[in-house]
């Protein structure tokens, strides 16, 4: 099994930056991609960045300009900064990686609230 422990989340004002880092453990071999994910109320789950194991990046549109995912491979974590954060990144930010050689099975952090508000 895989073990996802996000953290970094809290509450910023419009403007601000967070760095959110989740450190995975337990069965980590064969990984794919390592990504970030939000959910806001009412909202469905959303991308917000991925990286895969080739260093390929891929972020939302919203993201892009502003959040930056990383990684450091040593430690099995994987950072997002989030910068010029905006009320509208208000969400539960999830963790996600995905392991396998023939299929891909995905695993999710148990989330990080992340609250822009003055």
């Known amino acids: 099994q895989v073990q996802l422990v996000e953290s970094g989340g809290g509450l910023v004002q419009p403007g601000g930056s967070l760095r959110l880092s989740c450190a995975a453990s337990?069965?980590?071999?064969?990984?794919?991609?390592m990504g970030w994910y939000r959910q806001a109320p009412g909202k469905q789950r959303e991308l917000v960045a991925r990286?895969?194991?080739?260093?390929?990046?891929n972020y939302a549109d919203s993201a892009k300009g502003r959040f930056t995912i990383s990684t450091n491979n040593a430690k099995n974590t994987v950072y997002l900064q989030m910068n010029s954060l905006k009320p509208e990144d208000t969400a539960v930010y999830y963790c996600?990686?995905?392991?396998?050689?023939?299929?891909?099975?995905?695993?999710w952090g148990q989330g990080t609230q992340v609250t822009v508000s003055s």
């Open positions: 996600n990686l995905e392991r396998g050689i023939y299929t891909s099975t995905s695993y």
């Open positions: 337990g069965s980590i071999f064969s990984i794919n991609a």
């Open positions: 990286i895969t194991s080739g260093g390929n990046t």
